[in-house]
């Protein structure tokens, strides 16, 4: 048995998970306390932190539930190698198929990948054009990651995407189903090819 300052193995890494553990709650508390000079002195480190995989709201409770729903769709130009044609593929909803996937399992990479693209979402239709900016990269990366292996024999060289927001029906409206409130569109401009890495990759749901 391995002993370190006079500490058995499974009791030192025993004090090491508590510690990590220790921080993060640390980090998590603060993150959640109302606005104050030192949380503005390090919110970008905390956002840094925090931002996909710890996020978290109170948007399941009153005043302001939930009150809509977003998806990504996204298209893309095929290059026909034969003659140089380029031909636009039809609209493919992105999020949708990850969605339902992981339903069932909520520890998976389409939960990981989803948070990414939620996060890509709500930059995306933000009016700060920095903000704006980086969302549309996220975006731009998730969809020609999804497109790449939705269409593996094609040429891809650019894509569009699109954050299609469903309000909810408000309360007087409340017999009505989600389908038939009115969708919101929010597009891109044609955007150049550029799928997540190799390694990132391998977690994409096929």
Do not use: C
Not at 25 to 49: E, G, H, Q, R
Not at 74 to 102: C, H, L, S, Y
Not at 109 to 135: C, M, Y
């Amino acid at each position: 048995m391995v002993k370190r300052f006079g500490i058995s193995g499974p009791l030192w890494w025993a004090l090491l998970l508590v510690g990590v553990l220790a921080v993060h709650f640390f980090i998590t508390f603060w993150y959640l306390t109302p606005n104050n000079p030192v949380k503005s002195k390090w919110w970008d480190s905390l956002y840094a932190y925090m931002d996909p995989l710890f996020t978290q709201n109170w948007k399941l409770f009153a005043p302001n539930p939930v009150s809509q729903h977003q998806d990504v769709w996204a298209k893309a130009r095929v290059k026909n190698p034969a003659n140089g044609q380029v031909q636009e593929t039809d609209w493919q909803n992105i999020t949708a198929p990850m969605i339902q996937e992981k339903q069932p399992k909520r520890i998976s990479s389409e939960d990981r990948i989803l948070r990414q693209i939620n996060v890509g979402a709500r930059q995306f239709r933000s009016k700060d054009p920095k903000e704006k900016q980086e969302g549309e990269w996220i975006l731009q990366r998730s969809a020609s990651t999804a497109l790449g292996q939705a269409l593996p024999d094609s040429h891809l060289s650019q894509v569009k995407i699109r954050v299609v927001t469903n309000l909810f029906p408000r309360f007087q409206d409340r017999h009505k189903g989600d389908d038939e409130t009115p969708l919101h569109f929010q597009e891109s401009g044609w955007l150049e090819y550029q799928p997540a890495d190799a390694s990132p990759a391998k977690e994409w749901p096929e």
